[in-house]
């Protein structure tokens, strides 16, 4: 399933082709998408398929096309502080996108069913705090993973703000999904070819709405023999959050907004540079024809200004790389966060359990 935007040489460039096609519509979803790297979640050797509008799938390891999960994620309505849960949560690269936008008083739990998958989901959110240079210019709700089948989940567990499957889920199936929501949040799930968006509007209410017409793999059912009793699967527990780990929070915001008071103060905008596109030169050849034995072949031979256009358009090529490389160094330099926590007169340890123990 995708298709529908054109390919992008990198992440901005497809999130530009998604924003152009009205996949990605408000401004938090575009900064989620523009801030976590789709190719970072993709194995070595097949990053070069990341920027199409594709689904990719390899081993259990999947990724839906980017222009359904713009669709998921306009369709959830996500706000700071809501819970969520992901049925299907795969590498976890929606779910670490929406934990961007929920913040770090949220609840963002995913349960998946293989778990070599699980592993590769931990691994990838490990890197991401670890490495990606988007962490520190967010609040984040880190996702939870369990391991386990979204069919098999116990009966007591807590209900969810906004939930989302990613498999397609068989008509007698829909209320077992939406008990798991609280009154007045949304459930986005494809359901008989149709990914759906259903909002509980009270103890037995619904709403639905179709958004997309997808093509997904339904969800696996737990097979068993008779009379065996089922693996259930335990959420993870909604826990609050330590008087230590609040306290970061709230100095990594402090520090934050007034970095962002200083540069627009002199006038300096943090943002991604939009992606250029390069100018195409229209190219001319002139037919010719050469005698070969006793027969007139024709052939085609380039003209001086075609010559010339070539020499044009590597200059512009050039020339934009250049400004490309400027823009970035300026967004590396109003990126201070880290240099004011190490400027701060605590101990080194504090200042790493700061920084979440990044190295750069």
């Not at 222009?67 to 849960?85: D, H, N, R, T, W």
């Not at 009154?183 to 209410?205: K, N």
Request: proline share 4%; with cysteine.
């Amino acid at each position: 399933m995708g298709g529908a935007v054109s390919a992008g040489e990198d992440n901005d460039d497809l999130i530009d082709n998604l924003k152009e096609a009205q996949y990605i519509r408000t401004e938090k979803v575009e900064q989620a998408f523009r801030a976590i790297d789709r190719g970072d979640y993709y194995l070595d050797g097949y990053r070069d398929s990341a920027y199409k509008d594709l689904a990719w799938k390899h081993g259990n390891i999947h990724l839906s096309a980017p222009c359904i999960y713009s669709e998921v994620m306009e369709a959830l309505k996500l706000q700071p502080g809501l819970s969520f849960l992901n049925l299907g949560s795969g590498t976890g690269y929606l779910s670490t996108m929406v934990g961007l936008i929920i913040g770090p008083f949220g609840v963002n739990h995913g349960v998946e069913l293989h778990k070599d998958v699980v592993e590769y989901a931990r691994e990838k959110l490990d890197d991401f705090i670890k490495n990606s240079d988007s962490f520190d210019k967010f609040e984040f709700c880190e996702p939870v993973f369990v391991v386990g089948n979204c069919l098999e989940i116990s009966t007591d567990s807590h209900q969810y703000d906004r939930i989302y499957c990613g498999a397609g889920v068989q008509k007698d199936h829909e209320n077992y999904m939406k008990v798991l929501l609280k009154i007045g949040g949304i459930l986005v799930m494809p359901i008989e070819d149709q990914l759906t968006q259903i909002t509980r509007t009270g103890q037995c209410t619904w709403e639905s709405k179709n958004i997309l017409a997808v093509s997904f793999a339904p969800l696996v059912q737990q097979s068993r023999a008779d009379g065996e009793k089922p693996d259930t699967v335990q959420l993870p527990p909604v826990t609050v959050r330590s008087l230590q780990d609040l306290s970061r929070i709230y100095i990594r915001r402090t520090l934050r907004n007034l970095a962002n008071e200083d540069s627009q103060g002199k006038g300096t905008v943090q943002r991604v540079p939009q992606k250029r596109k390069r100018r195409r030169c229209r190219r001319r050849r002139i037919n010719t024809y050469v005698f070969v034995g006793n027969q007139l072949i024709p052939q085609m031979v380039e003209s001086e200004e075609e010559e010339h256009a070539e020499e044009e358009h590597k200059e512009v090529e050039e020339e934009e790389e250049e400004r490309d490389i400027g823009d970035i160094e300026i967004i590396k330099q109003v990126n201070v966060l880290r240099d004011q926590i190490m400027a701060l007169p605590l101990p080194e340890s504090l200042k790493a359990y700061l920084l979440y123990y990044r190295e750069k």
